[in-house]
């Protein structure tokens, strides 16, 4: 499957799992943007999940791989006052799944994947890389001594939510 072949069956994939897509800004360098809200078991009570999907090349290092996803987080939170989601830690807890997809997979983008660890209050970052030359799926293996209620559960869900061989699970068992 190549980065095109992905975005088209993205939305649908996304719809299954609840989210919806939505428009962003034109200088917002995002192939896609879904959020989902539902009320979850979270300290914060509800959960609002933004997944922006990025492509990136092999010019893309650790530094540059740590902007984008900073990037992107700084994007949801504006989208979240944007759409009067309400107020991180009152009430809300916010999810932010960086999504890049990549057909040239380096050492840099699996650095990054094991070693970057952003913390927020009352929010979360989670980026994963697509390899789609082999599909496999790259993200933060360990756990944080701040995430240890939640990164078993962030690790499940993006590979759910992103990987072709679950969804290719699902298909089968449906």
């Known amino acids: 499957m190549n980065i095109q072949e992905y975005i088209s069956s993205l939305p649908g994939w996304m719809n299954y799992f609840g989210f919806e897509e939505i ?48 990037e992107n987080f700084r994007y949801v939170n504006e989208l979240m006052s944007f759409y009067s989601e309400g107020i991180k830690g009152f009430g809300t807890m916010m ?15 699996y650095k990054f994947s094991i070693e ?15 390899d789609l030359s082999t599909n496999n799926l790259y993200f933060l293996r360990d756990t944080p001594i701040w995430g240890f209620a939640y990164y078993d ?15 290719q699970t699902i298909s089968t068992t449906k």
């Open 116 to 130: 970057y660890k952003p913390k927020h209050f009352a929010a979360a970052e989670f980026p994963s890389i697509l």
């Open 23 to 70: 428009s962003v800004h034109p200088d917002f360098k995002a192939l896609k943007v879904f959020k989902r809200k539902k009320l979850e078991a979270t300290k914060f009570g509800n959960e609002l999940i933004y997944i922006i999907v990025n492509e990136i090349n092999s010019g893309y290092d650790f530094n540059k791989l740590v902007s984008l996803s900073t």
């Open 153 to 167: 559960g962030y690790r499940k869900r993006s590979y759910e939510f992103f990987s072709p061989n679950s969804w």
């Open 95 to 109: 999810v932010n799944f960086n999504l890049f997809l990549t057909e040239s997979f380096n050492n840099d983008m």
